[in-house]
C-alpha cells in the first residue's frame, strides 16, 4: 500500500509550518543586561515582568547620570513593550507617597510598611514610590518611581509582591549609585 504523494507532502508542510511557529513564539531570545538605567539589575528581580520575545532593549538615559536635569528616566522593553520603567527625581525634601497629592499615580495604593531603609513609600497594581533621604553632592533626596507592566506579573496579589521586591531591591542601588550619604 503507497501513500497519496499530496497527502505526504500536506502532512510534511503542516508539520513543518507547526514547527517553525512554536520556533517564533516560544522561548526568549534575548538575555537581561547585568545593568541598566545606570543601576545593576537583578533577573531574578524583574523576571516575573518579562515574557517570551526576541528583543530586550533599554532606552531612556541613566537615572544617575543626569546631567543639568534634576530626574531621570529609563524603560525596559521587550519587542518594543515596556515591562520595567524606573524614574528617579533629585527633590530637596522628603515626600510622603500616601499624600493625597500623590494618589493620582496609583490603582489600589496601600503604604509600603517595614521599609528596609529609612524613607517613606506606597505600592499600587503597576508602581511603586519610594522617598528617601540622600545628602548627596547634587541630590538632598530621591524619589524612585518602578512602573510595571499592569498586565504581566501573574495576578494583581502577585504582581504586587513582585513589585514590592523589585522596588526594594533596585532603591539602595540607587542610593548607591547616586553618592547617597543617608
Not at 510534511?12 to 541598566?36: D, I, K, Q
Not at 539589575?41 to 520575545?53: H, S, V
Amino acid at each position: 500500500m503507497s501513500a497519496n504523494p499530496c497527502r505526504v507532502a500536506a502532512s510534511l508542510a503542516a508539520a513543518c509550518l507547526v514547527a517553525s511557529l512554536a520556533g517564533c513564539g516560544g522561548g526568549r531570545a534575548y538575555t537581561v543586561p547585568a545593568e541598566a538605567c545606570g543601576v545593576p539589575i537583578d533577573a531574578k528581580r524583574i523576571e516575573p515582568f518579562l515574557f517570551d520575545g526576541r528583543k530586550l532593549e533599554v532606552a531612556g538615559g541613566s537615572v544617575i547620570d543626569t546631567g543639568e536635569k534634576s530626574w531621570g528616566r529609563c524603560w525596559i522593553r521587550v519587542d518594543g513593550r515596556q515591562v520595567v520603567g524606573l524614574q528617579v527625581e533629585k527633590v530637596d525634601r522628603l515626600h510622603d507617597p500616601m499624600d493625597e497629592s500623590e494618589e493620582f499615580r496609583f490603582r489600589n495604593r496601600t503604604k509600603m510598611a517595614d521599609l528596609p531603609f529609612p524613607g517613606l513609600g506606597a505600592l499600587g497594581d503597576a508602581v511603586s514610590m519610594v522617598s528617601t533621604a540622600c545628602a548627596a553632592p547634587n541630590a538632598d533626596h530621591l524619589i524612585t518611581y518602578v512602573h510595571v507592566d499592569g498586565e504581566s506579573g501573574g495576578d494583581v496579589a502577585e504582581r504586587r509582591k513582585d513589585l514590592r521586591a523589585l522596588t526594594l531591591d533596585i532603591v539602595p542601588k540607587v542610593k548607591k549609585a547616586m553618592g547617597c550619604t543617608k
